[in-house]
């Protein structure tokens, strides 16, 4: 019989699977943000300085824990980045 932690965890991991294969599908329609666009959504060197950085941060090999300890850290400037991005989706 599985312990709770297991079906928590198990349930965790499918809930992240299916949240993935959702972005990876609302991303794929989107195609790549051009140069004119991301220059639209990020117009101040100061915004474009801090989604470089927290791309930097998203592609180190980082568990959880520390992105969000990242994020909370510099929540500021790549909060304000995050939102303007997300604007894509919607």
Do not use: C
């Not at 959504?41 to 998203?58: N, T």
């Amino acid at each position: 019989m599985a312990t709770r932690r297991a079906r928590y965890k198990a349930a965790g991991r499918k809930a992240k699977s299916l949240t993935n294969k959702q972005l990876g599908t609302e991303l794929a329609t989107l195609g790549p943000i051009s140069k004119d666009k991301l220059d639209a959504l990020l117009p101040r060197k100061r915004d474009k300085e801090a989604f470089l950085e927290l791309m930097q941060q998203v592609e180190k090999d980082e568990n959880m824990d520390e992105n969000l300890a990242f994020l909370g850290n510099n929540l500021k400037t790549a909060g304000t980045v995050v939102f303007k991005i997300l604007k894509l989706f919607v």
